[in-house]
């Protein structure tokens, strides 16, 4: 089994819908996740595209939006891709509107042969004031040697910085490969918010416990005790057996 890292259309950022791109290397059978975060916690979104499949949400508590303040939303898609090269898919405002919202596609690739199962995320907050982001997550999402695991984080204002440690997973039974920053942003529209993500391939072991992830920003100013992350589960198995045939000899 060999899941693959592709690619990823960036980061945006925005007080109104977005349209995250899908990096024209994506082929059919792809694995695409597109995860976004925002404020305010309890906002109202949508996949305005065929195919797109949520897997549930997170927040981080229940404060207001402000300048630097205010909980965060977090929220995964994904969709098998049927085509080369699939359309954008639009990340829809609703309501409550957006104060301000983080988005990035990524793409994953599989052996010939593999099939994708769904991918399984779990959700966790960092509600601790620092420089430091510490995430232990809701559940164990039933890690084992072969999956990967993508991770995102958004966090409630552009003061935290880029991050000079990544967001890293870990998990007890497990032992992970080298984490890969794939996208980091900050801006200072709407109420202000970063927006961090990496991957980390399993190498061997089972997961027997919820997981952890922890990273480290630059700056602690403004209220950065709102965070919310998703540690995304991939998997991918290859079908065994053959099937069988009754060879059937008419007469003369």
């Known amino acids: 089994m060999a899941i693959g890292y592709r690619a990823n259309g960036g980061v945006d950022f925005g007080i109104n819908s977005l349209t995250p791109t899908i990096d024209p290397s994506q082929v059919t059978g792809d694995m695409m996740i597109l995860i976004a975060g925002g404020k305010p916690f309890d906002l109202g979104w949508s996949v305005g595209a065929a195919g797109w499949t949520a897997l549930g949400s997170g927040a981080s508590g229940s404060t207001a939006a402000g300048v630097d303040i205010g909980s965060m939303k977090f929220q995964v898609w994904y969709k098998v891709a049927t085509t080369d090269t699939e359309a954008n898919p639009t990340l829809t405002e609703g309501?409550?509107?957006?104060?301000?919202?983080?988005?990035?596609?990524?793409?994953?690739?599989?052996?010939?042969?593999?099939?994708?199962?769904?991918?399984?995320?779990?959700?966790?907050?960092?509600?601790?004031?620092?420089?430091?982001?510490?995430?232990?997550f809701a559940s164990d999402p039933g890690v084992t040697a072969g999956d990967h695991i993508l991770c995102g984080v958004a966090v409630n204002t552009?003061?935290?910085?880029?991050?000079?440690?990544?967001?890293?997973?870990?998990?007890?039974?497990?032992?992970?490969?080298?984490?890969?920053?794939?996208?980091?942003?900050?801006?200072?529209?709407?109420?202000?918010?970063?927006?961090?993500?990496?991957?980390?391939p399993v190498t061997s072991g089972t997961g027997s416990a919820a997981p952890t992830?922890?990273?480290?920003?630059?700056?602690?100013?403004?209220?950065?005790?709102?965070a919310e992350a998703a540690f995304i589960r991939l998997r991918?198995?290859?079908?065994?057996?053959?099937?069988?045939?009754?060879?059937?000899?008419a007469g003369v």
Not at 241 to 246: D, K, L, Y
């Open 95 to 136: 309501t409550p509107a957006f104060n301000i919202v983080g988005c990035s596609l990524h793409i994953f690739s599989k052996g010939a042969g593999e099939v994708w199962g769904t991918p399984v995320v779990v959700y966790g907050a960092d509600e601790t004031d620092g420089t430091a982001l510490s995430f232990t």
């Open 158 to 200: 552009d003061a935290i910085g880029p991050l000079t440690a990544n967001l890293t997973p870990a998990q007890t039974g497990v032992t992970f490969g080298a984490t890969t920053e794939r996208n980091e942003g900050e801006t200072t529209s709407g109420g202000d918010m970063s927006f961090h993500s990496t991957d980390t």
């Open 213 to 226: 992830a922890t990273g480290t920003g630059t700056a602690s100013g403004g209220d950065i005790d709102r």
């Open 236 to 249: 991918v198995s290859t079908p065994t057996g053959s099937p069988s045939f009754i060879v059937i000899t």
